[in-house]
């Protein structure tokens, strides 16, 4: 986030090319962000924001206690219920429900 600040995320996914050394220099291309139980969406926003506000191009929250996940980009960075996890250019698709079905 700056030369003094970082984010850790749960998963980090960048293109291919190079990232920086030993610390990531280039914002990932996909975030994803898993709630354990005694998380809050509420206190995730800021993150969230600052994730979009410095590059990244996608953020999956994906809380597996409710079953939900939520996807945010640039376009829409308030983000938005999804039953498919998305991402575009490189094109991914993961169905939430096998997803979820993975983590049981």
């Given at each position: 986030?700056?030369?003094?600040?970082?984010?850790v995320?749960?998963?980090?996914?960048?293109?291919?090319?190079?990232i920086?050394?030993?610390?990531?220099?280039?914002?990932?291309?996909?975030?994803?962000?898993?709630?354990?139980?005694?998380?809050?969406?509420v206190?995730?926003?800021?993150?969230?924001?600052?994730?979009?506000?410095?590059?990244?191009?996608?953020?999956?929250?994906?809380?597996?206690?409710?079953?939900?996940?939520?996807?945010?980009?640039?376009?829409?960075?308030?983000?938005?219920?999804v039953?498919e996890?998305?991402?575009?250019?490189?094109?991914?698709?993961?169905?939430?429900?096998?997803?979820?079905s993975?983590?049981?």
């Amino acid at each position: 986030m700056s030369p003094t600040r970082f984010r850790v995320a749960d998963v980090a996914v960048w293109r291919s090319g190079p990232i920086g050394q030993r610390i990531p220099t280039v914002p990932p291309f996909l975030v994803v962000e898993i709630l354990s139980p005694e998380d809050r969406l509420v206190r995730l926003q800021p993150k969230i924001r600052e994730y979009l506000t410095h590059g990244v191009e996608w953020v999956w929250v994906i809380d597996p206690d409710d079953r939900r996940a939520l996807s945010y980009s640039p376009a829409d960075p308030g983000g938005a219920l999804v039953d498919e996890l998305r991402t575009q250019n490189p094109e991914i698709t993961i169905p939430l429900a096998g997803l979820l079905s993975a983590l049981d």
